[in-house]
């Protein structure tokens, strides 16, 4: 077993690296456990490597946005009520970043806090979310509105259960490994560009070493600023005009993907600036961006105007300008505040032509 400690205010947690068969048994002894899983990866593994948890009450549950509510909590508070876990309880979660984000939330508020041990099922949580401390909750028409604080006590990292993820859900954790080797320097981009073909055939060694480097990086950041005040935001690259593509797609665009042309839109921002050199533009998308994403098509049919008008609606907004993390000099990340709502337009129109033709097009 292979631990790595995070550093954190409330208390510094371990991420375990487990690849034994053990670890869910392990779990299943936790004191007065309250298990929570994504009823998908239970019908996927309960019978397989999550067998040992059977042993306990388990509360299977759909990972959808409705459950990131206030109402979702509640009614997970009402059964561990219901269970007779008190203060001394652990909640076990097993899912994606929707059973982190309510599990998580649920864990930090019942009691004032109780343990939790999260076992992330997506490559998005394994390689990027299970490590940060952050919770959210959906609020009205609100995305991630309210949250709290509250690391894990434990993550466990368990490579294998990411075989039975679609493709879709694959990859958009792969875009988000992407943008964590892209925020790291020149060397964390030399060192996965030449493994990018075995991380688009799933290669389960090529998985399981992106998934740690991936959380090595991420927590250099989280370990300098937990709080988001500064180097953090930088991990918010690909995501200002991301979050925009989802919404403008409704949802259609899997959110790590949806980062990914967002990486190359504010590539193209920082490239018509005369920031960033068009060369060296063009060869990390052709190198990084574009074989991490599978079906530039995706985007077919884009209304730019509504990406636009999302953009203006994000809270993340400050200054005059929008907010943008923008590659300059060799891919160097900065956080500018005005960019302006041209500007991003004309990244938008320039997109097609900026996607070369990726590898010939996987099945
Ligand atoms: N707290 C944070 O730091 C943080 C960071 C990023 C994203 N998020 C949140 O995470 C959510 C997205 O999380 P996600 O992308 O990990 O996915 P998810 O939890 O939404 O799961 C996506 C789909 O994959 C399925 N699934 C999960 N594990 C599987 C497995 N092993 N095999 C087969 N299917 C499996 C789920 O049932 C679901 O259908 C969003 O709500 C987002 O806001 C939180
Ligand atoms: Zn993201």
């Known amino acids: 077993m292979d631990l790595m400690t995070v ?18 048994a392990e779990l299943a002894e936790s004191e007065n456990a309250f298990v929570v899983v994504d009823e998908l990866v239970w019908r996927l593994h309960g019978q397989g490597c999550l067998a040992p948890l059977a042993a306990r009450p388990l509360h299977p549950v759909p990972a959808t946005e409705e459950l990131k509510t ?35 939330f649920l864990a930090s508020v019942i009691y004032r806090g109780v343990r939790w041990i999260y076992v992330p099922s997506t490559l998005l949580a394994q390689a990027d979310s299970c490590i940060g ?8 028409h609100f995305k991630n509105l309210l949250g709290t604080m509250y690391p894990p006590q434990q993550v466990v990292v368990h490579t294998p259960l990411l ?16 943008k964590l080797h892209i925020a790291a320097g020149p060397e964390a981009m030399a060192h996965v560009e030449p493994r990018l073909t075995a991380l688009c055939d799933r290669d ?26 500064g180097d953090r935001r930088l991990l918010n690259f690909g995501h200002c005009f991301g979050h925009a593509v989802e919404s403008a797609t409704d949802f259609g ?16 921002v920082a490239r018509d600036r005369g920031l960033l050199a068009p060369d060296r533009f063009d060869e990390v998308t052709t190198r990084l961006l574009r074989p991490a994403l599978p079906d530039p098509a995706a985007l077919a049919g884009l209304d730019r105007d509504a990406v636009v008008a999302a953009m203006r609606h994000d809270k993340k907004r400050t200054g005059a300008g929008l907010a943008l993390v923008m590659p300059v000099d060799d891919w160097r990340l900065i956080l500018v505040d005005d960019l302006g709502e041209d500007e991003a337009l004309q990244a938008l129109e320039a997109l097609p032509s900026a996607l070369p033709p990726g590898p010939a097009d996987r099945a």
Request: aromatic share 8%; charged share 25%; hydrophobic share 45%.
């Open 70 to 104: 206030l109402e979702g909590v509640a009614a997970l508070c009402e059964e561990m009520i219901a269970q007779a876990a008190k203060r001394n309880a652990t909640v076990v979660s097993v899912g994606g970043g929707v059973l982190q984000d309510v599990t998580g």
């Open 253 to 268: 665009v899997p959110h790590g993907q949806a980062v990914v042309f967002g990486m190359v839109l504010a590539g193209l």
């Open 133 to 140: 401390a952050k919770t959210s909750l959906n609020f009205r």
């Open 204 to 229: 389960e060694d090529a998985v399981a070493a992106a998934v740690r480097a991936s959380l090595l990086i991420k927590q250099g950041f989280i370990e300098r600023d937990e709080f988001d005040r």
């Open 7 to 24: 550093r954190s205010r409330s208390g510094d947690y371990q991420v375990a690296f487990r690849d034994d068969g053990d670890w869910v």
């Open 163 to 178: 075989k039975t993820l679609d493709d879709d859900q694959y990859f958009s954790g792969l875009g988000e490994i992407v």
